[in-house]
């Protein structure tokens, strides 16, 4: 193998960067030429590759998103969009890609192994850490930091003035953000996809934390919970409990997606990129490097984003023994 290229693709997330960079100077201290696709699987199909130098990704590792752009691309869906990158991959003479993204990203290279065989390795890159085959994703690390930022912050005001905040943060179906920013920011409930806790539930936690003198609670809510969201969490507990909360809702959002990545984040990342370099060059194709008890794991694409990779019940029994 000579030729590799690399790309980020799907959501963008903290330590993309690192990851690239290390791609890049991995396959250059291996002999290999680098190649970057620009915008994702969208570059591949227009053609947007350009040669990647040593210092192509300096001054990177510190940067959030992602230097060589993301996208969503329908035409990668379509096998005409697939033909189109293989013949713009093939031109140029790549033997090896490396895919930065989540299990979206990983579902196109799969996609695109079995029709045209081209050895991939994956990094996950995604804030949710809801991939399968790896303990830790690229950019959680930073996204559960970001969002334990905002929840101190929203704690001095639910404090000072005795409110409730319901407060909504990312992870899509997965409840990893919510329940580790949960405990870190000591919240008085997590509500999370993976276990079922509806509004009557949360209205008699509250209710008990008020008879115990509590008048100010956070309650941590996963944008995917099936309850709802946090606006609407919050309007069945005033329904249920009239007049007696000062009750609020903030919405984390993108912000929890940027900024600069933490140290854990750029060193996952960087590791995470030399891996999938060796990873290609011993043979692996058509899996994603990730960590696993600090070791290095390949593990199959399609186990990836098939196989579940639960909360463990014990992060969740922990919510509710620190919140009495
Ligand atoms: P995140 O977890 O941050 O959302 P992701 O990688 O899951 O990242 P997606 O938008 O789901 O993000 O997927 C990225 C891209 O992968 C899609 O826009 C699409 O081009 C491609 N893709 C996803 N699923 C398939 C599929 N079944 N076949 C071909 N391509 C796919």
């Known amino acids: 193998m000579k030729k590799i290229a690399v790309f980020t693709s799907g959501g963008d997330s903290p330590g993309m960067n690192a990851c690239v960079r290390a791609v890049v100077r991995g396959g250059i201290y291996k002999g290999l030429e680098v190649f970057g696709i620009i915008r994702g699987y969208n570059g591949m199909i227009q053609g947007n590759i350009i040669p990647l130098q040593s210092h192509s990704v300096s001054n990177t590792i510190q940067k959030g998103g992602t230097i060589l752009k993301s996208a969503r691309s329908k035409d990668f869906m379509t096998p005409e969009g697939r033909k189109k990158a293989f013949e713009n991959i093939q031109k140029l003479g ?28 994956g990094c996950p890159g995604t804030i949710d850490n809801d991939l399968y085959g790896t303990d830790y994703t690229i950019g959680y690390d930073t996204a559960i930091n970001t969002a334990l930022d905002a929840i101190d912050k929203i704690r001095d005001t639910a404090d000072s003035h005795d409110r409730v905040f319901f407060i909504e943060v990312m992870g899509r179906d997965s409840g990893y953000i919510a329940i580790a920013c949960g405990i870190a920011g000591g919240a008085e409930i997590v509500m999370v996809p993976e276990t079922l806790m509806d509004s009557d539930e949360v209205a008699s936690i509250l209710q008990a934390g008020w008879n115990r003198s509590k008048t100010s609670s956070i309650i941590v ?48 990342a960087s590791r995470l990129g030399l891996a999938a370099v060796d990873g290609l060059l011993a043979g692996y194709k058509n899996v994603m490097a990730g960590v696993i008890n600090d070791q290095i794991v390949f593990t199959p694409f399609e186990d990836t984003f098939q196989k579940d990779k639960p909360i463990s019940q014990e992060m969740i029994e922990m919510v509710k023994i620190l919140s009495i």
Do not use: C, M, W
């Open 221 to 268: 809510v996963a944008e995917g919970d099936e309850e709802g969201n946090a606006q609407e969490v919050a309007e069945k507990i005033k329904t249920l409990l009239p007049n007696q909360f000062d009750i609020r809702v903030s919405t984390l959002g993108h912000i929890q997606r940027g900024g600069s990545p933490t140290a854990r984040d750029r060193i996952l």
């Open 94 to 121: 790549i033997e090896g890609i490396v895919a930065i993204g989540g299990d979206g990203t990983f579902r196109g290279a799969a996609e695109f192994y079995k029709e045209y065989g081209i050895p991939t390795v």
